[in-house]
């Protein structure tokens, strides 16, 4: 006469191999007396195999690790445990396929120790293991866009040097720093000459090639990391010089002014040169003249101001007192 099976029983098994999670049930002795279909699959352990087995026989790399752990704490202390899933990546050898199996590059997964009681019997205790690899990806992703996103919002969309917000983070900062260790810091505000001129005579285009040309070249001078060249305006450029006094920076002034001249631009309306230019205004904070960045800026300005007064295609420094 067949054994008459438990209905009930029948619907639970079914049940247990159709969730899209890894179940495994360990007795006291950390057997595995459950096995679902999902572990068949992604483990590749199929359960004929599994049941009975010591559970760290199956996965002999866990020993001592955090899943090891709590197991114990399943078993002997009756803890439910939650893996956190940036600790614990990947602790089970779990792969969506066989070319994933062959480069190891496993599911993620978080994994949940939970102690069961079961009657007339010791402790067991169920791990749960979720495949988190999309929420995981996706957060990925959106990190990545966050990065791109946050160096666009810092990136002048002509030129891709630093826009005009970036400067005054970076202006704050310096001031900070250079207040905080009394070191000079010197600010550079840059003009491209008769820039109007040059729109007129060759067209707008021809006169964003040029901002976006003479901005590359000059931002390529700058040497040290904190360093910062910024579009401070249309034509107008500012470069943030920490740590450079103001010999220092009159000197790299008069490198930059050069190297824009050198650049050969042709521009029929440039003045004596026929060619491209710029303006350059210099000032320094120091510790004999520790003015605030409003300041500071107003006398590069200024300095500016006095350059395309004087001639244009010159340095000017902020004048003493
Ligand atoms: N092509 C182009 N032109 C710009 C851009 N931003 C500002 N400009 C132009 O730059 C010119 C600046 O002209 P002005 O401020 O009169 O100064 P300038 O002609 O350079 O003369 P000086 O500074 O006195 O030597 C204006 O004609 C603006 O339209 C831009 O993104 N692209």
């Known amino acids: 006469m067949p054994i008459a099976r438990d209905p009930s029983l029948e619907l639970l098994h079914s049940v247990l191999n159709a969730i899209t999670l890894g179940a495994v049930v360990l007795d006291s002795d950390r057997r595995v007396v459950l096995w679902n279909d999902w572990m068949s699959s992604y483990a590749q352990i199929p359960r004929e195999q599994a049941l009975g087995a010591d559970f760290l026989a199956l996965f002999p790399a866990l020993r001592g690790s955090r899943v090891d752990a709590a197991i114990d704490q399943a078993l002997r202390h009756h803890f439910p445990s939650l893996l956190s899933q940036s600790l614990n990546k990947a602790p089970f050898p779990l792969y969506a396929n066989a070319a994933a199996a062959r480069l190891d590059e496993r599911l993620q997964q978080a ?19 979720t495949d988190v690899s999309i929420a995981v990806g996706r957060e990925k992703l959106l990190r990545e866009q966050t990065l791109v996103l946050r160096s666009q919002t810092f990136a002048d969309g002509l030129t891709g040097i630093a826009n005009r917000r970036h400067f005054d983070v970076a202006i704050e900062r310096e001031h900070r720093r250079a207040r905080r260790h009394g070191t000079p810091l010197s600010l550079l505000m840059i003009d491209i000459d008769h820039f109007k001129a040059y729109n007129d005579h060759y ?3 021809k006169g964003d090639q040029c901002l976006i ?90 300095a500016l101001y006095r350059a395309k007064k004087n001639g244009r295609n010159r340095v000017e420094a902020q004048l003493p007192g």
């Not at 939970?114 to 293991?129: F, K, M, N, Y």
């Open 111 to 129: 994994v949940a120790v939970t102690p069961v009681e079961v009657s007339g019997a010791a402790r067991h205790c169920l791990i749960q293991i």
């Open 213 to 302: 040309q003479v901005s590359a070249a000059l931002a390529d001078m700058l040497r040290r990391s904190a360093d910062l060249m910024a579009r401070y305006g249309g034509e107008e450029f500012a470069v943030i010089l920490p740590d450079t006094d103001a010999a220092q920076a009159a000197q790299m002034a008069e490198a930059i002014r050069a190297r824009a001249q050198a650049l050969a631009i042709a521009h029929a309306h440039g003045g004596d040169s026929g060619v491209v230019t710029v303006s350059i205004g210099v000032a320094t904070r120091s510790a004999a003249s520790p003015v605030d960045i409003d300041t500071l800026i107003g006398n590069a300005d200024r």
């Open 203 to 205: 067209g707008h285009q």
